[in-house]
């Protein structure tokens, strides 16, 4: 959890030294696959199930 606000800090700035990384590190190709306001708690439960 710590890390995500700067993951999102790094994400809103293109020129930002370490952007590219994080988004071949989320397997995207721009930022706007990634949408912190969005979050889909029965599929991370459904994942979470599959985990087990």
């Known amino acids: 959890m710590w890390g ?3 993951l999102v ?3 809103g700035d ?9 988004l071949d590190w989320l ?3 721009d ?3 990634f ?3 969005r979050f889909d708690a029965k599929a991370v439960t459904a994942a979470l199930q ?3």
Not at 17 to 22: A, G, K, L, S
């Open 4 to 6: 995500y606000a700067e």
């Open 9 to 11: 800090e790094i994400l």
């Open 14 to 22: 293109p020129s930002h030294r370490e952007h590219r990384d994080r």
């Open 27 to 29: 397997d995207l190709d």
């Open 31 to 33: 930022p706007t696959g």
């Open 35 to 37: 949408d912190p306001a």
């Open 50 to 52: 599959r985990v087990r």
